[in-house]
């Protein structure tokens, strides 16, 4: 067309033949998009029949088992399991049915560990349906919506053959829509140990129940005469309180054949409860504390579970071994905290229970071990550490897991508790489920652990050091079931450590290299255990002015020991805080004690004495001390006839003390004086104190001067008295035969001798009986006073 419409004969223009091709480009668009939307659209299409199919499909369903009883069952038993399903796609699941599937036994430790990390697959290996009428059946599974489940089968429906681990699922089968066939959708796999009968050789099992809490206490107390505690805050109170966790590991544990592990700091902050004690406010008030009665409780309950049951102490506060290692073997002194927390653990627990604990053990985080870890632990008198296996790991061909006691060299045993068993209870275990699975799993490790070999062997559990509450009931009734079982006997910590190790199990500890860099990333800084140093420096400054060093000496020991407690792993910024706070107040207690402020002085002549003042503000008296008053311009101005001097100090509690010191000018002008209090072994204590004293002392030839002046006024005097008593004379003289007056005939008339003569010539007449004039000179200085000077005054000679 738009050739046509050209010249015949004539070719067509440039910008003709432009828009002939841009417009058929154009026209070909839309044909080449929908050819090319044809293999991505059928693409979409299968991807979303694909999807429908998986939402619908295997592992669509999630099983949920929450309960199974008996966790141990034996002949004659009965298994019960019970949880629920829930549809997780988006299509009905129709003709449902749970059912129950034993699958094969699990021979290894490590067969048991795979079937746990993937007990919900539905690929793997679950074992053939029992069937029958050991279902349930469900006509519709709406998506979204949980269905619950009971199965009850007799144990001799399970096909179970000779001792040992097996698999046991619970599955869900149905079809939906998309996949109208009868298939798996969901599944959930766990054990069943089987031992219906007594092993020949049972292990001997160890089961540490922790009793480990927080820092609580802080290290202040009241003024009072039984210094009332104060307290971080009121968590501990929850903790012990009905429901509370503690409380739940007190009750649990009570009926328990176990080992109680206790941090005596825990028995010291409850029985800190039992009397009156106080809360620390946000605002830095106090609060009264109303718990007395729920700590009584809490220990009386204690008292009566430990009292026929093996009790170890960990050092006063749960020290972190571990970081003291690694980051604080090298401040000055910070072993020596250890090796308190550790004296002080016996007495604690005995005060507290009424029993006598046993010390030797020291217990890593974890049980992560390596040789200065060892080394510090044994510093303080453990003999005893407690490590892990997944620590202390086996580098031998050994086919069965050793007993837990290691000699590990200088006469230390270390007490290898097994990881697994140890670990079974971590995590979450809030769901039903989860801590069913965890009871089970560490059942079947238990029984796979007793069936590797005919040896009698010694195991340790040490769990995690503060379970949560759903952890500690998952414990309780795993050590409950594995009491019950016929594979295991209960064993103390201290037989288990004594017992015969095992020739070919490693006993070499791992290198510092290899500690968990996950742990060592949690440890207390270097920078803590110098701020415990510097704590420490100014505490035994301290006390040795104190008449009654234990009101401060004990409670700023043990927020000493807490300070380097296993709990601020996970909390270091509240960590800081504390020991910002242990400082603080430290730092608040000596500054009770000081110099009080001086105001510049003046001293007028040659010597003055110069009163200082010391207060006190503490409860106690103190003592020990020596104040120094130093000079420091002695050519202008000393004190006691030298550059300084000395006096002891004694004050009371609430009272101050004021010491005068002599001191002599030996030129004019101004000298700054020092005043400082020292402990007797020459310690500077406080800050010191300076003023000014302006020395104007009068010079000798000033001296001279005023005292001729003065005999001049004196001569001045007299002459003045001579002068006035010849006028007088002559008066009378001139005024006498007028007014009758007979001088005799045997007197002269003018009787002057030589004395008078004398007298006249000098104009001096020596009277001293003559009374002051007003010409007389005033003294140059007030009496002297005894008072001492107050602010700002003039200092007396």
């Not at 929450?66 to 002949?75: A, H, R």
């Not at 803590?528 to 060093?549: G, K």
């Amino acid at each position: 067309m738009a050739e046509a419409a050209d010249f015949q004969g004539t070719c067509p223009s440039p910008a003709r033949r432009w828009l002939r091709r841009s417009g058929a480009l154009l026209a070909g668009v839309p044909l080449l998009v929908g050819l090319l939307q044809l293999p991505a659209m059928g693409s979409a299409d299968a991807g979303a029949r694909t999807s429908s199919q998986a939402a619908s499909g295997p592992g669509s369903v999630a099983v949920s088992l929450d309960s199974l009883t008996p966790q141990v069952p034996t002949d004659g038993d009965t298994v019960t399991v019970s949880g629920t399903v829930t549809n997780n796609g988006r299509q009905a699941v129709t003709d449902a049915h749970v059912g129950v599937r034993v699958g094969p036994e699990l021979s290894t430790r490590s067969a048991i560990d795979n079937t746990a990390q993937n007990s919900d697959s539905v690929q793997g290996a679950i074992g053939p349906e029992i069937g029958g009428k050991y279902v349930e059946q469900f006509a519709e599974l709406t998506p979204g919506v949980p269905e619950p489940f009971s199965i009850s089968v007799p144990v001799d429906k399970l096909s179970l053959g000779g001792n040992g681990v097996y698999q046991f699922a619970v599955s869900l089968s149905g079809q939906s829509s998309a996949q109208p066939w009868d298939q798996v959708l969901g599944v959930e796999r766990t054990f069943l140990p089987w031992q219906p009968e007594a092993a020949n050789t049972k292990t001997k099992t160890t089961f540490l129940w922790p009793l480990i809490s927080n820092v609580h206490m802080t290290a202040q107390t009241g003024s009072n005469e039984q210094q009332t505690p104060v307290f971080l805050n009121d968590d501990l109170a929850k903790e012990i309180s009905p429901g509370g966790r503690l409380d739940e590991m007190l009750s649990l544990g009570k009926d328990l054949d176990v080992t109680w592990v206790i941090d005596p700091d825990l028995l010291a902050s409850v029985d800190a409860m039992t009397g009156s004690y106080r809360i620390q406010a946000a605002n830095g008030t106090t609060t009264v504390g109303t718990h007395q009665a729920v700590a009584k409780q809490w220990l009386a309950e204690l008292q009566r579970a430990v009292a026929d049951n093996e009790v170890v102490a960990l050092p006063f506060a749960d020290p972190d071994l571990a970081s003291l290692a690694h980051n604080g073997t090298s401040v000055t002194g910070s072993l020596s905290h250890l090796n308190e927390a550790t004296d002080v653990a016996a007495t604690t627990v005995k005060t507290v229970l009424h029993v006598t604990p046993t010390t030797d053990f020291a217990w890593p985080v974890d049980g992560a071990v390596d040789p200065s870890i060892v080394k510090v632990a044994t510093s303080a008198g453990a003999d005893q550490v407690i490590a892990r296996s997944d620590s202390l790991q086996e580098t031998g061909n050994l086919t069965y897991t050793p007993s837990a006691a290691r000699p590990i060299g200088g006469g230390t045993t270390a007490v290898v508790a097994d990881a697994r068993l140890s670990t079974a209870f971590e995590g979450d275990l809030t769901r039903a489920s989860a801590s069913t699975l965890a009871v089970q799993e560490f059942l079947a490790q238990s029984l796979e652990l007793n069936g590797q070999t005919d040896r009698q062997r010694s195991v340790v559990v040490a769990p995690q050091r503060v379970p949560t509450t759903r952890q500690a009931q998952a414990m309780a009734d795993a050590v409950t079931a594995l009491e019950g079982g016929n594979w295991s006997q209960s064993q103390k910590l201290t037989a288990a450590a004594k017992a015969k190790p095992d020739p070919e199990a490693t006993t070499k500890v791992p290198s510092t290299s290899a500690y968990p860099s996950s742990l060592r990333k949690q440890e207390l800084p270097r920078s803590a255990f110098e701020q415990i140093a510097r704590t420490e420096d100014r505490l035994d400054n301290f006390r040795v002015i104190l008449t009654n060093e234990s009101r401060v000496v004990t409670p700023f020991g043990r927020a000493m020991n807490r300070e380097m407690s296993t709990s601020w792993r996970v909390r270091p910024d509240a960590a800081q805080d504390f020991r910002s706070s242990v400082e603080s107040h430290l730092s608040v207690l000596t500054g009770q004690v000081k110099l009080i402020d001086k105001s510049d002085t003046k001293l007028s002549g040659h010597s003055a004495t110069i009163p200082v003042t010391v207060q006190n503000n503490l409860v106690q008296g103190v003592g020990h001390l020596v104040l120094r008053l130093t000079s420091t311009s002695p050519t202008r101005l000393q004190i006691g006839g030298k550059a300084y001097d000395e006096q002891p100090i004694t004050v009371n509690g609430g009272h101050s003390q004021t010491v005068k010191f002599t001191t002599s000018a030996k030129a004019n002008g101004q000298a700054t004086v020092v005043a400082q209090l020292y402990t007797e072994d020459g310690q500077a204590y406080g800050g010191p104190v300076s003023f000014d004293v302006k020395v104007t002392q009068f010079t000798a030839t000033v001296m001279l001067v005023i005292g001729g002046g003065f005999l001049l006024l004196v001569l001045a005097g007299f002459r003045m008295y001579t002068q006035r008593k010849r006028a007088a004379a002559r008066e009378a003289e001139d005024t006498g035969p007028e007014n009758g007056t007979d001088q005799g005939p045997d007197r002269p008339e003018n009787p002057e001798g030589p004395a008078d003569r004398l007298k006249e010539e000098s104009g001096t007449d020596a009277r001293a009986d003559e009374p002051e004039q007003p010409s007389d000179p005033t003294p140059d200085t007030a009496a002297e006073s005894t008072d001492p000077s107050g602010t700002g005054e003039r200092v007396d000679r």
